[in-house]
């Protein structure tokens, strides 16, 4: 079945630095990429949706200069966190969508200290 | 505005006792409701939609407009069910999806 690989899995980075969080279908194209964001024992939330070749669409209440969005090729979306604060620490999870159905990256645990 | 509540954070249930998980939604379009399941230390995965009206692992859920809930439902508990169990909503056309906040499931052997 269709595969979603997200890198890294976590990561630890110092508050005031940027990180990046690449997302890739692996055996087959998307044109739409999502990015959710999740608290503890909390939902998903909605955070963007990456089309290839075009700008992201950002949900209200998400800056979209602190989560910048690139979805350069039919395979990739990068999710970059800039100057990242400890508020900023979650779970950010990556979903591509494909026959009636959406597939799941593994999830990226970030943290900022 | 798109809306799916779990009422159950946390439900426990004896390993061969019927599991139901409550999910409602509020949605004024043509709903599509799914349900995702994530195992420990696995993925977000679909285990059924609406649409399909299939049976996975046991499982079934029921569209029920009138009441507007899809709750998921089994009739025998299995050890290999307990896992974090989300609701979450389409619409037809539209591939965002809105989830509900989860419900962890632990089967009690």
């Known amino acids: 079945g269709a595969v979603v690989s997200q890198h890294p899995s976590w990561v630890i980075c110092k508050s005031g630095t940027s990180v990046k969080i690449e997302c890739r279908s692996l055996?087959?194209?998307?044109?739409?990429m999502f990015w959710y964001r999740q608290f503890p024992k909390q939902s998903l939330m909605l955070m963007a949706t990456s089309n290839e070749g075009s700008k992201a669409t950002y949900e209200q209440g998400v800056e979209k200069d602190k989560f910048l969005i690139n979805h350069a090729s039919l395979t990739l979306s990068t999710l970059t966190v800039t100057s990242a604060h400890p508020e900023d620490s979650s779970f950010y999870i990556c979903?591509?969508?494909?026959?009636?159905?959406?597939?799941f990256g593994q999830g990226t645990r970030l943290t900022v200290v | 505005a798109q809306r799916v509540t779990q009422p159950e954070k946390l439900l426990s249930v004896f390993k061969g006792a019927p599991v139901e998980l409550k999910c409602n939604y509020s949605?004024?379009?043509?709903?599509?409701l799914f349900w995702y399941v994530q195992y420990s230390r696995q993925r977000l995965q679909l285990l059924l939609r609406h649409i399909s009206r299939e049976s996975i692992k046991g499982f079934t859920a029921d569209l029920n407009k009138g009441e507007t809930s899809f709750h998921l439902k089994k009739p025998f508990a299995q050890e290999e069910d307990s896992a974090m169990y989300y609701c979450?909503?389409?619409?037809?056309?539209?591939?965002?999806?809105?989830f509900g906040t989860g419900t962890r499931l632990t089967i009690i052997p």
């Open positions: 979903s591509a969508p494909g026959a009636r159905r959406a597939f």
């Open positions: 055996d087959f194209q998307a044109t739409t």
């Open positions: 979450a909503l389409g619409s037809f056309g539209n591939e965002k999806l809105t």
């Open positions: 949605y004024s379009g043509s709903p599509e």
